[in-house]
């Protein structure tokens, strides 16, 4: 996928992964853009949504297996597509590095024009006690579970587009590439 901006109707559905036993997440890395380009390969998710995917030129090396990344992401695009499934709508999403992290900003856009909600949602959630005994708010304490374990962190925030979205924060790490 070349880099840039690319609209498209198609999403993703989040499949279970695994590591062998004597693999520690950790110790692992993934490239952030190469796992969001396979989301946007994927299948359609919701009726009447549509991805922008702003994706950058060059690999964003992540502390993080690609599976528990994929899963982290699919969680949190899943519930975005939600929100905007009802009205239909685009989803924002723009990977890109800053500083010595990745981030990556979610915007829901709903076609009725109302305002986003993944960001109420998100603020919802870090302002819970319990959020994973809510069911509204449970792939959000999954997502950002997964994200806690690698130092990594899911919060609202302003987009470039303006309006208020969520962003999960990772920390970057040099490529194997760059090693050998």
Do not use: K
């Given at each position: 996928m070349r880099a840039g901006a690319r609209t498209d109707a198609t999403a993703w559905r989040t499949a279970p992964a695994s590591l062998p036993a004597n693999v520690q997440a950790a110790d692992t890395t993934a490239?952030?853009?190469a796992v969001l380009a396979a989301m946007a390969a994927g299948p359609r998710l919701?009726?009447?949504v549509s991805v922008d995917w702003q994706l950058p030129a060059h690999a964003l090396w992540v502390a993080?297996?690609?599976?528990?990344?994929?899963?982290a992401l699919g969680r949190l695009l899943a519930l975005a597509a939600e929100l905007l499934a009802p009205a239909g709508g685009v989803l924002r999403v723009h990977a890109r590095a800053e500083g010595t992290t990745a981030a990556v900003s979610v915007?829901?856009?709903p076609a009725d024009r109302q305002p986003p909600t993944l960001a109420r949602r998100v603020h919802g959630f870090s302002q819970a006690v319990h959020p994973e005994r809510d069911a509204a708010l449970r792939p959000l304490a999954e997502c950002a579970q997964a994200i806690d374990a690698h130092r990594g962190r899911l919060y609202a925030a302003p987009s470039a587009w303006g309006a208020m979205g969520a962003t999960l924060r990772l920390p970057l790490v040099p490529s194997m590439k760059e090693h050998a």
């Open positions: 490239d952030l853009r919701a009726p009447g993080m297996a690609p599976g528990g990344l994929a899963q915007v829901d856009e």
